[in-house]
């Protein structure tokens, strides 16, 4: 009986510096055969080159956009492909920053098999060195409907398990869970359940896609597995990558682990105005209340910005003291960069697509 078969989508999740080093890793400790397109954003010319010399060599398919455009619309550009295209019983989504452990991909499968599952997330851990901390091992998240003053609202509960825990402290806990989300870093899906819930939701730019995919997944009378045997590593930025310093300033001026060639898309794929619109659009969607778990995002609107930006030009000029003054007087100055920067991406954007219908 043949295995399976299976189709990873590659799409971008915030920068292109990582490409090599998560395509390599996925080529070197992946034992289960798959086909791969890697779906291109307008990815800077080395990073194309390489993908250019890597899918000859590998047979893979890249699909180019001829503009940046959200996580969700990237995963349905490749998503539409692979249903048109291949005959694949499970997509795999995964994000251009993830590396994996070996065995990762047959144990996703070995779940979806026995379980019958509908969407399996493997042990998503987080940071430098890899494989050790752990970001996600699944969690809960459903709809409370409730009843106060005569009113009703519907409200997000959502809990994580093992977040922040190291692999080392919990492994009588690694064990195939059954639970309500797993996260986009790594996601198994099982084919069938498109023709049920459709493409991704376009409308979730940069937020919250899991959750609203996992609601869509639940609707339908899906179930969503974390399969812990399953270890893959996303976010080699930031606090756990210990590079937290700028090593040089103006001509030699480098962000942790980034390339200046990152920062166009960074800005757009983390700005005000994406995730201010997919917390609107999950609210609306799903009919829930404006409590705190919104208003809490929305006044943490910029954090991915501010973690991996401002925090680090804070940390150099302080000389690894930090300041709260200076962090605050940076983020408000940064906000309204941030508005233009994106700004001029919609402008272009808008100028590109009135030219195409002329």
């Known amino acids: 009986m043949k295995p399976p078969k299976v189709t990873l989508i590659v799409s971008p999740r915030e920068r292109f510096s990582y490409t090599k080093t998560s395509l390599e890793s996925i080529y070197t400790n992946t034992e289960y055969p798959f086909d791969l397109v890697f779906v291109d954003v307008c990815s800077p010319v080395s990073v194309q080159n390489y993908l250019q010399t890597k899918s000859q060599e590998k047979s893979f398919t890249v699909l180019k956009t001829d503009h940046y455009i959200s996580p969700n619309q990237a995963r349905n550009v490749g998503l539409e492909y692979v249903l048109q295209h291949s ?213 943490g609107l910029g954090s991915r910005r501010h973690e991996l930006l401002i925090k680090p030009v804070v940390q150099f000029l302080t000389f690894g003291k930090g300041s709260a003054w200076l962090e605050r007087q940076l983020i408000t100055l940064e906000r309204p960069l941030n508005r233009l920067w994106f700004n001029r991406y919609a402008h272009r954007l808008r100028h590109a697509q009135m030219s195409k219908t002329l």
């Open 87 to 299: 005959d694949s019983q499970y997509i795999v989504f995964i994000e251009n920053d993830v590396i994996v452990q070996r065995n990762w991909l047959t144990q996703l499968v070995n779940c979806a098999e026995e379980t019958s599952a509908t969407v399996v997330g493997p042990l998503t851990c987080i940071g430098n060195p890899a494989h050790q901390v752990i970001h996600n091992a699944g969690g809960r998240s459903y709809i409370k409907t409730e009843i106060k003053n005569g009113q009703t609202r519907r409200r997000i509960k959502q809990s994580a398990y093992l977040t922040g825990r190291a692999i080392s402290d919990v492994q009588d806990q690694l064990h195939r869970t059954q639970c309500d989300y797993v996260e986009f870093h790594c996601m198994l899906v099982r084919r069938d359940i498109f023709a049920q819930t459709g493409l991704l939701d376009e409308g979730m730019l940069a937020t919250r896609e899991h959750i609203d995919f996992c609601f869509m997944v639940t609707e339908a009378g899906g179930s969503i597995y974390s399969e812990r045997d399953a270890i893959v590593t996303t976010d080699t930025l930031g606090i756990a990558s210990n590079k937290a310093g700028l090593k040089a300033w103006f001509g030699q001026l480098k962000l942790p682990d980034f390339k200046w060639s990152d920062l166009p898309y960074f800005m757009v794929r983390w700005s005000d105005a994406w995730d201010r619109a997919s917390l609107d659009h999950l609210r609306q969607k799903w009919n829930l209340a404006e409590d705190k778990y919104f208003t809490k995002r929305y006044a």
